[in-house]
């Protein structure tokens, strides 16, 4: 499979329960990102990795904990959520982190019960 | 930290007319400023970028436009199309030693009536 992937497509989860989203890019890009998308905070960045390091994290709950263990593969583990951490989770990457076009995956529709 | 502001949050126009969508930033350090399409339940998609060296870059029916004096930048559809309706994100970006994401405005709902 080409371009980005996301994995699950849909989640819902209790505020107690722990459940990692996963992505995967294809594209050889060395810059991956997480966005939060909801109706009132559209495309809001949560973090940034550039060559498996972070380089931003936009000052997201620690509930929220990245993982990056290679270029290709981004994890995004969730811990103890918040009914207002429901949303849509988007990942995308980029040949490296600034201005480049970014590309970004279908998306995680996440519902905290 | 960049801050960017779009406007206006719902456009509606009538098919074969143009839509202009406005943004400003605060970073005077910001030189790139990407534009992004998202149609209902699709992932945003790149549609036209400008870098800070130019003042405008056409593609077709779109165009931007970038006044970094003011820090202002804007989309330009003309001869809009069914096709054209979708939320239009604008966003902005240090391109140089840059090596953070970019920061978006919160989206514009273009409506094209027929």
């Known amino acids: 499979e080409t371009g980005v992937t996301q994995t699950p497509r849909h989640l819902v989860m209790g505020m107690t329960n722990k459940k990692s989203l996963k992505c995967e890019q294809h594209?050889?890009?060395?810059?991956m990102y997480w966005y939060k998308q909801s109706a009132k905070k559209p495309l809001e960045l949560m973090f940034v990795?550039?060559?498996?390091?972070?380089?931003e994290n936009n000052s997201v709950p620690s509930r929220f904990s990245p993982e990056c263990p290679n270029s290709s593969h981004l994890f995004l583990h969730l811990h103890t959520l918040q009914p207002e951490d429901s949303a849509l989770y988007l990942c995308?990457?980029?040949?490296?982190?600034?201005?480049?076009?970014?590309?970004f995956g279908p998306g995680t529709r996440l519902t905290v019960t | 930290g960049e801050n960017v502001e779009q406007h206006p949050s719902t456009l509606s126009v009538q098919e074969g007319d143009s839509a202009v969508i406005k943004c400003t930033y605060s970073?005077?350090?910001?030189?790139?400023f990407p534009w992004y399409k998202q149609e209902l339940g699709k992932r945003p998609q790149l549609i036209i970028d400008i870098r800070s060296n130019v003042g405008e870059k056409k593609d077709q029916r779109i165009a931007v436009t970038l006044n970094k004096t003011a820090k202002h930048f804007s989309l330009h559809i003309t001869e809009t199309q069914p096709e054209d309706s979708a939320v239009y994100f604008c966003?902005?970006?240090?391109?140089?030693?840059?090596?953070?994401?970019?920061?978006f405005g919160k989206g514009t709902h273009l409506i094209i009536q027929p």
């Open positions: 995308a990457s980029s040949q490296e982190a600034g201005a480049y076009e970014q590309y």
């Open positions: 966003a902005a970006s240090i391109f140089v030693g840059g090596a953070d994401g970019l920061t």
């Open positions: 594209l050889g890009h060395n810059a």
């Open positions: 990795y550039n060559f498996k390091e972070q380089t």
């Open positions: 970073d005077s350090a910001s030189n790139y």
